[in-house]
């Protein structure tokens, strides 16, 4: 059985498409099974030292047989063991590359492969590391025979493509993790935190900014852009995205502003890039810039400067520096209110962030934030 060029293009694109949906490898198995004239078609992980494996995906496969599979019939697999002495992208055809009187005899063909009919298998480890592999394989059943070079070719076309979708996908799989974390972190922090573009089209808002995000509480969205409740604080707070949109990460573009409630309560926003690393993680548009706005009331984040010292190895005055900058001061701010120079605040900030790890004093105050030292009281 031959493909046409233009039937191989479409298996090759309906591979990409899995590559974004994996939802889509049944599709492609279906197709690639029809191509092949076989009865099932698969993509399968195992671990041969631990005999342990996984269907990635399938088709014409009896989850009950799978089951089998994975409890037991993988440490009999002749064909991995064979395979297993090729490189990663060898095409095996078992009537050519395996004994067949051997394989006749052994407990994996007579209670696995022949009470399936799927006597007949063609494949290729797509991965090898160590001693864990990615088969991509087809079967056929008695009545239609065995595989040939025609077919065999037809997997040598597709098995770089299924190589490369599958590595795709785990690492669109690997971001979306590391996205879900990273706002999932940002979700339990008792201020509130979002997320914008210049524009002030809110990204992302935590569940503490969005109790807040009403126009009794002095901020809130309209034509999906913040808004507060005056336009002079709104065009504040604008001015104050815009300067941080376009500065990079970890200077100190933005800045502080207080915004008024309707109680007379008022809370204090700071504006500031984000990481660079974090807007990756988010998907934010970075060609327009990526802000965080830090929303709190005053004295909300209360941290013991000595327990501070004690959990990243600051000194006492490092400590109280980070506590106030924690409590949204400024270093300018924190410098008077500590009676030191703005030059040694600098300074101490510096050794701050080298203790600590961190690249801004946003990331400063998102590590002091969510550190278990942000629900104790000082004594």
């Known amino acids: 059985m031959s493909t046409s060029e233009d039937g191989v293009l479409k298996l090759v694109g309906m591979v990409y498409d899995a590559a974004l949906d994996e939802h889509k490898w049944l599709t492609f198995l279906e197709a690639f099974t029809h191509a092949v004239g076989g009865c099932s078609a698969m993509l399968r992980s195992a671990d041969l030292q631990a005999g342990k494996a996984g269907f990635v995906a399938s088709v014409g496969y009896d989850p009950a047989w799978q089951t089998a599979y994975c409890n037991h019939f993988v440490k009999l697999d002749c064909y991995n063991h064979v395979m297993n002495q090729y490189a990663p992208g ?32 063609f494949g290729v480890f797509l991965i090898k590391e160590g001693s864990r592999s990615l088969v991509f394989a087809a079967q056929r059943d008695k009545r239609a025979g065995a595989f040939g070079e025609e077919q065999a070719r037809l997997m040598g076309i597709l098995a770089p493509h299924v190589t490369r979708a599958v590595q795709v996908h785990r690492r669109i799989g690997s971001l979306t993790v590391e996205k879900e974390w990273a706002l999932g972190a940002l979700d339990q922090l008792r201020m509130g935190v979002i997320l914008t573009n210049r524009s002030g089209t809110p990204l992302f808002v935590n569940r503490a900014a969005e109790q807040m995000l009403a126009p009794s509480h002095g901020i809130g969205v309209y034509l999906n852009r913040l808004v507060l409740n005056s336009p002079p604080e709104t065009a504040r707070l604008y001015q104050l995205i815009t300067d941080a949109a376009e500065g990079a990460p970890g200077t100190t573009r933005g800045g502080d502003m207080r915004i008024a409630l ?13 990481p660079l690393e974090l807007s990756a993680r988010l998907d934010a548009a970075l060609a327009s810039g990526c802000v965080a706005v830090f929303l709190s009331k005053p004295g909300g984040l209360q941290l013991p ?15 109280r520096l980070a506590v106030k900058l924690a409590a949204f001061r400024n270093v300018e701010q924190a410098a008077d209110e500590l009676c030191i120079a703005v030059s040694t605040a600098r300074a101490q900030l510096r050794s701050v962030f080298a203790k600590t790890g961190a690249q801004s004093q ?3 105050l998102m590590l002091l934030a969510t550190g278990t030292l942000a629900h104790c009281r000082d004594d």
Do not use: C, W
């Open 90 to 121: 060898k095409i095996i055809l078992s009537d050519q590359h395996m004994d067949q009187t051997e394989l006749r005899k052994s407990e994996y063909y007579n209670d696995y492969l022949r009470p399936q009919d799927k006597v007949h298998a």
């Open 262 to 274: 309707s109680n007379g309560e008022f809370l204090h926003g700071m504006v500031m890039p984000i």
């Open 305 to 319: 400067p000595k327990r501070l010292a004690a959990l990243y190895g600051l000194s006492p005055a490092e400590a």
């Open 362 to 364: 946003s990331e400063l």
